[in-house]
Each structure stands twice: as C-alpha cells, then as structure tokens.
C-alpha cells in the first residue's frame, strides 16, 4: 500500500495548506522531508493539533508519530508553511552574496565535509523548522542551482559589491515584504563549517527567554553571528551602512546582547589557507 497522505492546514495568516506525507513518495513537495523531521523530531513545542476533527495533546501527536501509520493532522503554521518557534516568528537570513575575493573562487561552491558550503548552511538553517531567505549576488544563477531542492526564499541583490551591509538590508526588507508578525531575525553566513542547526535553535531557545534584543554567538573572545536581532532593532539594521555588517552593530550595543558559547565559531573559511587548516584538523569526509 501507498503511503497515506494528508493535509496539513495553516491556521493563521494565509491559512495556507500544505501537502505532506509520513513515507516518501513520488512527486512529493520539497518542504516534506523537512516538515516530517520537525514533526519527528519533536520541535513544534505549543502549537495546536487536531486528529481528524478531535483536539490531542501533543504527546499523544508524538505517540502516533512513534507507530506504524501516517494521519490527517493540523497545527498553526505561519506563512511560510513551517512553524512557529515557541511562539516566536523567526526566520533565518542567509548572507550569500559576496564574491570570496580572498579565496580566489565561490566559497558557496567550496566542498567541505562532502557537500558544498552553502547546501551545508542552508541545510542547517532548514533544520530548525524556521524559514529560510538567501541572499544571492555574485554568480547568482550557480549558487542558485545548488538550491533547487530546497524549499528557501530566495533574495537576489544586484548590488552586492556595495557591502555585506547592503546584503543584510536587502534580506531583511524581503523577509518584512512577506507579511507581518516577524519577531526578529537570525544572520548568518556560509562560511562556518560547524554552524549547525542545534546551535541555531540554542539562539533561537534564548530570544524566547533573555530581554535582550541580541542573542549572538560568543568564541575566541569575539560576539558575533550567527546572532538574532529581535524586531526592536529592524529600524537599526535597515539604517547600517552598505559595507558594515551586523558585526558592528552587535558591538554598537554590548549592554543589548546576550552571548551563547559557541567556539567553533571561529573557524571561518576565508582563504586557500584557512581550508587546509580546517581539512588538516578535521579531514576530509
């Protein structure tokens, strides 16, 4: 027998539906795969679940996740088709528009540990039930061909060369275009290898808890991204200048920011150099 299929229905802003199924079929929609890890994974912490037409907890929603067959279920998703983060509305912002001057060809392209820097990036940031808007400029259309699997917002920014200040700015005003509700956002960028999706949602886990309007990433006594900025700081964001990035206002405001340990963070992929370190010490998969 056919894997059952059923409908799952957004239950606010657009009320959007999506289709998904438990098992893999043909045909199906990019974003199954992830809606289904999600769901597995025990990520949609308070939203709503409806079995057919009978309300469940969401304990019971994991129990039949954990059998042998597939139902009909319904939560609140936004407008995105994936779910809200504990109550927040966070997408992620991938900065992927630069020209990787330094490295002498597309650090986007670059393999590393078996796939490519932005595929691994993208799949980080995807994992965490969040959406997901890429920013694309130079060599747009091959970066973008590493991406058509993938169910992520893509922003194209003609202007890259004007700084990742000017990247940043674009993304976000894309992400505020998409509709309302936005709490904050989370930068980050394609050149840290062992950014992953646990530390993506340990930032996003803090913003839920911490009055600050930062939540950054702290390694090799440096605060810096990933980071999340709550909504209170858009109008700064929008107001950086083109060549500064989100670095400089995370400094701007250290009485603002809560730091998350995160020392692998310091390992960028900049130069020929800074990959034959990173190869030496962590090999080649």
């Known amino acids: 027998m056919g894997a059952k299929c059923g409908r799952l229905q957004a239950m606010s802003h657009t009320r959007k539906t999506i289709e ?51 139902e009909a279920m319904s939560g609140e ?16 912002l991938l900065l992927a528009a630069g020209a990787s001057s330094r490295m002498g060809r597309s650090k986007q392209m670059l393999v590393v540990d078996g796939e490519p820097l932005l595929v691994r990036s993208v ?13 694309l400029g130079a060599k747009a259309e091959e970066h973008k061909s590493l991406l058509t699997d993938f169910p992520v917002r893509l922003v ?10 000017s990247s940043l700015k674009e993304g976000l005003k894309a992400i505020l275009a ?28 803090r913003a ?8 950054a990433s702290a390694y090799h006594q440096t605060i810096g991204v990933p980071a999340l900025f709550k909504s209170a700081l858009f109008p700064q964001l929008l107001a950086l200048g083109d060549e500064a990035g ?4 995370i400094r701007s405001q250290p009485d603002r920011v809560e730091a998350v340990d995160f020392p692998e963070g310091v390992i960028d992929l900049d130069t020929p150099d800074d990959v ?7 090999g080649p998969k």
């Open 20 to 70: 998904f199924c438990r098992h893999p079929r043909k045909n199906q929609t990019p974003s199954e795969p992830y809606l289904w890890r999600l769901l597995r994974s025990r990520q949609l912490a308070g939203l709503k679940f409806h079995w057919f037409t009978k309300a469940i907890s969401e304990g019971q929603m994991y129990s039949s996740l954990e059998g042998s067959t597939s």
């Open 77 to 92: 998703f936004d407008i995105w088709g994936v779910p809200y983060f504990r109550g927040m509305n966070l997408p992620i």
């Open 123 to 135: 799949r980080a940031a995807l994992e965490t039930g969040s959406p997901v808007f890429v920013v």
């Open 156 to 165: 194209h920014h003609p202007s890259w060369e004007r700084g990742m200040g």
């Open 178 to 205: 998409e509709g309302p509700g936005v709490t904050g956002v989370v930068v980050m960028l394609c050149d840290q290898p062992r950014v992953n999706s646990e530390h993506l949602r340990t930032l996003m886990n």
């Open 208 to 215: 839920g808890n911490s009055p600050k309007t930062i939540i």
């Open 246 to 249: 989100a670095a400089k206002l």
């Open 276 to 282: 034959a370190r990173y190869e030496g010490s962590h």
